[in-house]
């Protein structure tokens, strides 16, 4: 039991400063319990970029390499929120100086990376995990317990989608989400999120099949200065080619033998951030959609048959991540994707200091077997729609969050 | 040109109640213009369904065989509404006899009795056509226009799921939809719709893919008496296998290019009577379901930046369908499901008449297409979901209805 | 018990070619049980209106004026649909030739005619009815009987509007609509409906209060020639000042001590023919908007509180409207506005027949009780809103529909 | 300019802690140019829940008194959030020791009250504003900006509500929120804030009528200790009557002559905070309802005729209150209730700091007038709905918060 806890974050661009944020809010959740956390560094190789968050956010100094945070003695808890073919190196390194550590999904460019980062993790006496934030949705987290709790009875099949607008204008920029191969496009940058929400709900999957990759917008101008999040921005006359996938659709088959239907877009025009699902179950249904991140839709055997219908179930105090979670907690008070940083970072925390409250984040080896299943789906639209089989998940590799 | 029309419709279950009305119904749309329409016969296996049809929907008589149908010398159009094993001897025998048909879909079991279908349709002198009833939604059809009109765009991904729960009920009655190798239950049942929907709103498919099947009651009780549509019945002790598929998907991609997911289930929990579709393109998007008839959901680039949004679009009477369609006929006005068989049933008598109002009714080479699509879903669950490649379609085999 | 019966419709403008094709609908409702039914005639002042009507609706003559039709012997059910300051003398005369009359709302002009009708009623031996015909909403009337069975508590509000926007546009033609005075515009023509709404649902109003009044609007062109319904025309230069109210409101209390607030605008922007409400009560609340006829939204204590919200309940055959009632019956079928003028018209014929399925339609004194709420009204708008109190009705003058 | 500014809080109950997360969350809002903001204490009569607050929120220090924050040199701005009989001290008192001051809503118990402290603020050099805190929701706040900016065109009418559930429960303690005379219950809890957002929208009203007020539960048990928000609580054998109102409604006409018509209620079954409007201007209309925060429906002349409809916006980045306002900020990241309390802390830090960014807090004026309308509704609740005119307001007295 630490008496306090420095906290950094590496890598402040959109991501990064949420994680920053999480940290500051955290401890003003749940009332007392939590030893006192000391917001220590941000890291950023952009110097101004440190130092406006450091600012920002409140944390004591601005660090230009993750290096300085690693050997930095007060500091406990680390949030890595960089692109992510510098993870494992991150990582690996963070480990090794005895640092707990959060590490933002995908968890590595290639799944030979994430194994080594699992050793790593099993080698470490700290705590490592991966960012899948979504977990964190009282709404999405209060689905999967009337599934768990077999409210719902057996899944019969899931239909998820993560549709966003952020890469539907012709005239947007060309930057690293662009670049890379089959597999690194709307797959790795949202396909992640939607893959761990698919297998939360139904379990782990034993294969993917029907696989389809598309790209809509097929160069992009290259911008004149550096770009934040999904900014806009002035643009050069060069254009290049975009390596990757906008728009990904699979088939996939749960070691229960239920189903699901799979599509994520990073083009999908007119919804800025749609991630949902409608799943049917023998016993019931439910359905979500983050455009109303405030409700989910239930239908189930306890209501009369004149008047049974979906329920639209504004999620409430009902769930611990809103029960004490937030100042005002009453039904319908709302929360944002922000607010998903703040439990994040409080559980994260609660984990080191071994308390139990929240449900505890999901372990590196869960970014492993997501890393696995985004190659199955790149390998399945190679192979003309083939199915591919995943190599079976012990539970408590996926972990859980309820 | 004809004096008189004289109509006939053959099966008189739910599907053929809905034709019959529906006749009856055609001739009240849209002002003067139709030749006088006369009711003349419905023809059922069952004497006592058939007079009770006969009776309620205002036909002259009632038959208890297609021949005597057919041989009528006062019976110019015929809609044939029974078992889809019996198509084609009937259909083929009506042809022969000189009646324009409406054939319910999907058009035969096999490939092979559609292809023969076709040929005697291409044979004979009159109108020899499908039944896909959903074309005539007034929504669907608004959301082709603006499609086919490029007010959206090329189309990117369209996502389009046709979800029942007349088979949730594990103590529902055996019936003729749960017999029948792979393929003959939703997909045949309601996939056939889909399918065509999908078609109707982007184009011939190239190829299908990733196609996975399940069942989730795999035995039902016989029933003790005859079972009229989704009707309650009692049970005997005798239990049989449930042949096909409850539930079934894939993925599509068009001659175009561009891609679609597809899940058709009757057993999807809660779901009364759901199809429906999310499409997204080039320069806008588009959604739709069953279970609200009278409404889409447009967004393209038309209105301000900031108060942009899926626009709730009522359908009305910029329509063909409403615009002197209905008695009543100003916005908001709404329509049910029982008004597509009368719009349908319009439709064909205007063809029979030789008038252009509404879109005519597809000829069976779409019903033999739509089946070729059926068959390759079929092939490529069996190949582990490897692609399946569908032979080129000439634009007039699927016909227009807009 | 009628061997046959006859039918005719007085005035065919929208709400009477509504009327007449309910009549031809009605028989092929719910099965054998009715007298075979015979459309004989539609009449109006305008020939060729009559004429085309009788044609499309398949009456077998027109006729120019309603003694014509009250004179026939081979007429027993009449519906007038024609500008309410005709329905006196038409209904008088009807009534006094022995036909079975169901009258359109407002019944009259003023109190006083319809005291009269009332009292022409009391003295004839026919059917006097007035048409409230959004009773017939199986929608609506799945609410009541939600209310009516206790299964939602004791009322404590009701918050109801009308709002439509036939009116909207400034160059819409100056009619029959925007004349008369205080009260002859939004109030009657679709406050009347609210009105009846507010009391199905909530019983017997003792008082009324707050109501103003409020015109958009306030001069329109003179069209050039006739208009049928809410069609566009070609103007004139002749401007006339509107003599009524666009947009109306009040306050009413229950002679239960229950509350209402109502709303009616045929001014309201966006909204093509929105009837709805939200109701609270101790137990349970329901909303409904014509916007989305096929369902209501309901919540009550029989859900788990972890799940519990508002229903969205697909209006479906556990109601009389639907089982049986309109060709293809299962739940999420749909049906229109056109569709409950065929369940109103079966219900009159019923009645006449002396059967008993449908709810019967609501006497004429339900028409002049509705009056009398719309006079308050119109009182307590030039009193600066104070309560004008209701006379008691007692309860079988409102009638009941379920 | 101050070089640094100290806050603090008085009154820590739900509201409280919502004001004392709000400025710890404030300079994490839109990056740089604040000065820097110490948390320096929280007060309340209670030491264990000051206490608790001031370490759950990062507080220096907790006090037991408003005198002690008052007389504290270390304090510059400060947040009144107890019971509103005690705001009038506090707030003189504070304003007295030259503290810029924050009270919340409704400003005082009488009007009386109210005048005093719009003089005291009057006589004070600092800023004395009034908490109407959901003018800082980025999607009224859009609406406002719409109709602002006459893309609405001229307001025709407003249909407001704000409806809850937390008077529902008939086992629900009694507390402080169920004494006082009429107007003091759901009128003064609830109906402040729905008044302040009918005239944010509308401008000022020029008269209320039609004033109903009812209490659907009439005594309740007092509980066995201290209640904090809406908490479940164990109860005594000792009822009390309720004194004050849970249902009201009225009827307002805007100085502008445009009319509205609002019901507020704390026994609205099923609503857990809903907070509300419909509203119709002559080129357009919107709505909202505080149940899904992100997103407002509006309708203008804007869109195609053949695919017109409420576009349904998701609140977003081109709103000061989210472009940089939260750490992610791209549209459809979602915020709840809590945020805009971090907005209100916001506005008021930069008020003090003599920044423009988001609009001024309103001052005490708009509170006073806020209770002058409260009032009114009783007056015309008590004159059996008889109009009340309100004093004219300069439009200052309202301020503007965009």
Not at 11 to 30: K, Q, S
Not at 107 to 116: C, G, I, N, W, Y
Not at 134 to 155: D, K, T, Y
Not at 345 to 351: D, I, P, T, V, Y
């Amino acid at each position: 039991m630490h008496s306090s806890l420095g906290v950094a974050v590496i890598g402040v661009g959109m991501v990064g400063r949420a994680h920053a944020a999480g940290f500051r809010t955290a401890p003003t959740l749940y009332g007392p319990g939590l030893p006192d956390v000391r917001l220590v560094a941000v890291a950023d190789a952009d110097p101004a970029l440190a130092g406006d968050a450091a600012r920002r956010f409140g944390y004591a100094r601005a660090e230009t390499t993750w290096q300085a945070v690693a050997e930095a003695d007060d500091i406990d808890v680390v949030s890595v929120a960089v692109a992510n073919p510098l993870h494992r190196e991150i990582v690996e390194g963070l480990l090794a100086a005895g640092k707990h550590v959060l590490c933002e999904k995908p968890l590595a460019p290639s799944v030979a990376d994430a194994e080594a980062m699992v050793a790593a993790a099993a080698a470490a006496d700290s705590i490592a995990a991966v960012g899948f934030t979504f977990r964190r949705s009282p709404a999405i987290a209060a689905v999967r317990e009337q599934l768990a709790s077999g409210a719902l009875g057996s899944l019969v099949h899931l239909d998820a989608h993560y549709w966003c607008d952020y890469a539907v204008d012709p005239t947007g920029p060309m930057s690293w989400r662009y670049r890379g191969g089959p597999g690194s496009g709307a797959l790795a940058d949202i396909g992640s999120h939607l893959v761990d929400l698919v297998e939360l709900l139904g379990g782990p999957l034993a294969s993917v099949r029907g696989a389809t990759m598309g790209t809509t917008i097929t160069e992009r101008a290259v911008p004149l200065g550096a770009v934040v999040g999904h900014a806009k921005a002035e643009l050069s006359d060069v254009r290049q080619a975009v390596e990757n996938e906008d728009t990904v659709s699979f088939s996939a088959t749960y070691a229960s033998g239920s189903t699901a239907t799979v599509t994520a877009s990073r083009a999908a025009f007119g919804h800025a951030n749609s991630l949902g699902f409608s799943l049917f179950a023998t016993d019931g249904a439910a359905s979500f959609d983050l455009d109303r991140p405030g409700e989910v839709l239930v239908a189930d055997r306890s209501t009369p048959a004149a008047t049974s219908g979906f329920r639209t179930v504004p999620v409430g105090p009902a769930h611990p991540y809103l029960t004490g979670g937030l100042p005002m907690d009453f039904p319908g008070v709302g929360y944002g994707q922000n607010d998903l940083f703040s439990f994040q970072a409080r559980a994260l925390l609660e984990q080191v200091a071994g308390l139990e409250n929240l449900p505890p984040c999901p372990p590196l080896s869960a970014g492993l077997h997501n890393l696995r299943v985004l190659r199955a789906v790149v390998e399945s639209a190679h192979a003309h729609g083939r199915e591919v089989a995943l190599q079976p998940v012990p539970p408590h590799a996926l972990a859980t969050t309820s």
